[in-house]
């Protein structure tokens, strides 16, 4: 069972996400339990507040240290978490090896940046990994979130049937999937590759190899050359 708590700003951004089918089924199987916590609840007065102007000037604000504390050990008062994770753009690219080592983790949290960001001491103290999705700006971490816990869901021991295994999906191996095709054979004049309709599965399988790594060299050579790390 892999528990993933996400504080975030904008809980309503999560609503949908997991409610619907992998991910669903993920949590109806109980392997996998997805809670968001409204940081709001932990502001400060009459109108919780959560930000604050940034030390220094420019536009923007700042997500408090305090409230931000309070929640994060509020919920560590629950149970240890192995990663506590920020969702922001000067984060570790996320990729495919990051979620496949998360998968395998039993608790986590996700904290959801929104504004100019946090303030720096919460990652300086709490933080243990930062991830950013890819290179642009979210107005906030929800959505972020919702990708990390997607790709990290469907790979929980258990999820995935095997029609929809893991195993041969696109960077499983560093290399892109190769083409697919269903029914029927011919379509609109496009026919399908005839090796796919042989019945010779070690030729298939070759073929799908060599179509992996022509895709790959084509469109992304820097996964063939990339030397991996967390
Ligand atoms: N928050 C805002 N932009 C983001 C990004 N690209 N990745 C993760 N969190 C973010």
Known sequence: MLEIDILAVVPGLLEGPFSHSILHRAEEKKLLKVR???????????????????????????????????????????????????????????????????????????????????????????????????????SGGELAAAVVVDAIGRLIPGVLSDETSALTDSFQDDLLAPPVYTRPAEWEGMTVPDILLSGHQAKIDEWRYEQSLERTRDRRPDLLAREDSL
């Open 36 to 138: 968001v916590i409204d940081l709001r609840t932990f502001g400060y007065g009459n109108h919780k507040q959560i930000d604050d102007y940034a030390f220094g000037g420019g536009a923007g604000m700042v997500l408090m240290a305090q409230p931000l504390a309070d929640a994060i050990r509020m919920l560590q008062s629950q149970g240890q978490y192995d990663e506590i994770i920020y969702l922001t753009p000067d984060g570790k690219t996320f990729n495919q090896h990051m979620a496949n080592h998360l998968s395998l983790k039993s608790r986590l949290l996700l904290i959801c940046g929104h504004y100019k960001g946090i303030d720096e001491r919460v990652r300086e103290k709490f933080v243990t990994m930062e991830i950013s999705i890819g290179d642009y700006v979210l």
